[in-house]
């Protein structure tokens, strides 16, 4: 397999504009859609392998749940859900770099 070519900052940054227009991606969210299930898979394979649902974060979700005045729950609780959030996206943006690469390897 050819190696890859690195990208620099700003080819990635303007990809990423391109990618700010939403009809560009609607077919991936298509093809996403249609392929939930795998990616679901990966991305769970990932949390698990960085241990993200171990110990740790169970006692970050007991320590949320647990503080007694309500707004510090709540913030507590959201920052939990913030930072989940972020890493799910970041795994997911992995994967996708991953799938995009390995479509254009099997199209040579």
């Given at each position: 397999?050819?190696?890859?070519?690195?990208?620099?900052?700003?080819?990635?940054?303007?990809?990423?504009?391109?990618?700010?227009?939403?009809?560009?991606?609607?077919?991936?969210?298509?093809?996403?859609?249609?392929?939930?299930?795998?990616?679901?898979?990966?991305?769970?394979?990932?949390?698990?392998?960085?241990d993200w649902f171990g110990s740790a974060h169970q006692a970050a979700v007991l320590e949320a749940a647990g503080k007694p005045a309500v707004d510090d729950r709540l913030t507590a609780v959201r920052t939990l859900i913030a930072e989940e959030t972020s890493v799910a996206m970041l795994i997911g943006v992995a994967v996708g770099y991953e799938l995009a690469h390995e479509l254009m390897r099997r199209e040579r």
């Amino acid at each position: 397999m050819p190696t890859r070519r690195a990208y620099s900052e700003a080819e990635v940054e303007a990809a990423i504009q391109v990618l700010a227009d939403p009809d560009r991606l609607e077919d991936a969210q298509r093809m996403v859609g249609a392929n939930a299930p795998g990616i679901q898979r990966i991305l769970n394979e990932a949390l698990q392998a960085a241990d993200w649902f171990g110990s740790a974060h169970q006692a970050a979700v007991l320590e949320a749940a647990g503080k007694p005045a309500v707004d510090d729950r709540l913030t507590a609780v959201r920052t939990l859900i913030a930072e989940e959030t972020s890493v799910a996206m970041l795994i997911g943006v992995a994967v996708g770099y991953e799938l995009a690469h390995e479509l254009m390897r099997r199209e040579r």
